[in-house]
């Protein structure tokens, strides 16, 4: 395993598609932190000194990751890397699909070979807030079960998200109901931790919230009718031009790093510093 040490990880490497880059955990002006951020910070408490890249843009699929992420990646040697990618195949209209599925064995063969711990995950039901979320439920129901099945059979330490209750809480998602709010991606990092057996870990990231938020039938029906509005149609509208949200855009850190600098007092930049001051890094 290149760089392990018996103390703990020094070499993170972080690849995936907006998820892991950290979308709608702060903002363009003020920067994205996301769950792959604060599980950094948290191994960097453990093991001071980690080294972390962030290679994930939003909008990639898991062709581009295979051809782009990977060998950035392997050249790195990480000792641990996580990998969430392939929400964007599921919702992708067309017949790629089966070639999604052969792309993500492909990525995971790879990862598999470093000799790093590699942590994945399966996808929460989304479906299950989105008005049209039964056209991609199957879809999404399949790359689970291809993920589970890949995971197993590379060793791969998988996290469980689609069964888990706190990911039914609206409030675990932004207004997209796609992305992780604020909130989901800390409960996102406490679920590495544990399947990473950090210290100081536990299962309570999955339960449900006591009392989680209700909408009305009317709240229900206009945030339907907003959500085609200001999400579905502009999106449908790139994908009919041939855009993608990726287009234009780098990895947040493309390279290795410390996640605390000597400019630094807190991780990734001082915005980081900010929020963390804000709503508790690392809070689950």
Same mark, same amino acid.
């Given at each position: 395993?290149?760089?392990? &040490?018996?103390?703990?990880?020094?070499?993170?490497?972080?690849?995936?598609?907006?998820?892991?880059?950290?979308? +709608?955990?702060?903002?363009?002006?003020?920067?994205?932190?996301?769950?792959?951020?604060?599980?950094?910070?948290?191994?960097?408490?453990?093991?001071?000194?980690?080294? !972390?890249?962030?290679?994930?843009?939003?909008?990639?699929?898991?062709?581009?990751?295979?051809?782009?992420?990977?060998?950035?990646?392997?050249?790195?040697?990480?000792?641990?890397? &996580?990998?969430?990618?392939?929400?964007?195949?599921?919702?992708?209209?067309?017949?790629?699909?089966?070639?999604?599925?052969?792309?993500?064995?492909?990525?995971?063969?790879?990862?598999?070979?470093?000799?790093?711990?590699?942590? &994945?995950?399966?996808?929460?039901?989304?479906?299950?807030?989105?008005?049209?979320?039964?056209?991609?439920?199957?879809?999404?129901?399949?790359?689970?079960?291809?993920?589970?099945?890949?995971?197993?059979? !590379?060793?791969?330490?998988?996290?469980?998200? !689609?069964?888990?209750?706190?990911?039914?809480? +609206?409030?675990?998602?932004?207004?997209?109901?796609?992305?992780?709010?604020?909130?989901?991606?800390?409960?996102?990092?406490?679920?590495?931790?544990?399947?990473?057996?950090?210290?100081?870990?536990?299962?309570?990231?999955?339960?449900?919230?006591?009392?989680?938020?209700?909408?009305?039938?009317?709240?229900?029906?206009?945030?339907?009718?907003?959500?085609?509005?200001?999400?579905?149609?502009? +999106?449908? +509208?790139?994908?009919?031009?041939?855009?993608?949200?990726?287009?234009?855009?780098?990895?947040?850190?493309?390279?290795?790093?410390?996640?605390?600098?000597?400019?630094? &007092?807190?991780?990734?930049?001082?915005?980081?510093?900010?929020?963390?001051?804000?709503?508790?890094?690392?809070?689950?």
């Amino acid at each position: 395993m290149y760089g392990a &040490t018996r103390a703990g990880y020094s070499r993170y490497v972080a690849i995936g598609d907006s998820q892991t880059e950290g979308l +709608w955990d702060g903002d363009e002006t003020t920067g994205l932190l996301g769950f792959a951020d604060r599980l950094a910070v948290m191994l960097d408490t453990l093991y001071p000194g980690l080294q !972390y890249a962030n290679l994930a843009v939003r909008g990639k699929k898991l062709g581009d990751v295979l051809t782009e992420q990977v060998p950035q990646t392997l050249a790195m040697k990480p000792d641990l890397i &996580t990998v969430c990618v392939g929400m964007n195949d599921v919702i992708q209209p067309g017949r790629q699909f089966p070639r999604a599925l052969a792309e993500l064995d492909y990525v995971y063969a790879a990862l598999a070979r470093s000799g790093a711990t590699v942590l &994945t995950t399966t996808f929460p039901n989304v479906a299950q807030f989105l008005p049209f979320g039964r056209i991609v439920s199957k879809r999404l129901d399949r790359m689970n079960n291809a993920i589970t099945v890949a995971a197993g059979r !590379y060793g791969f330490r998988l996290i469980d998200l !689609y069964n888990a209750a706190s990911m039914r809480d +609206w409030d675990t998602w932004s207004f997209d109901r796609v992305h992780a709010s604020p909130k989901g991606h800390i409960l996102f990092a406490a679920a590495a931790a544990e399947a990473l057996n950090l210290p100081d870990s536990s299962h309570d990231w999955a339960a449900a919230h006591p009392n989680p938020t209700q909408l009305s039938i009317a709240d229900g029906a206009y945030g339907r009718l907003r959500w085609t509005q200001d999400n579905f149609f502009p +999106w449908l +509208w790139r994908r009919m031009r041939g855009l993608s949200a990726a287009d234009g855009r780098f990895p947040k850190r493309p390279e290795l790093q410390p996640v605390r600098t000597a400019h630094d &007092t807190a991780p990734t930049n001082d915005i980081a510093a900010r929020r963390r001051q804000q709503s508790g890094i690392l809070d689950a």
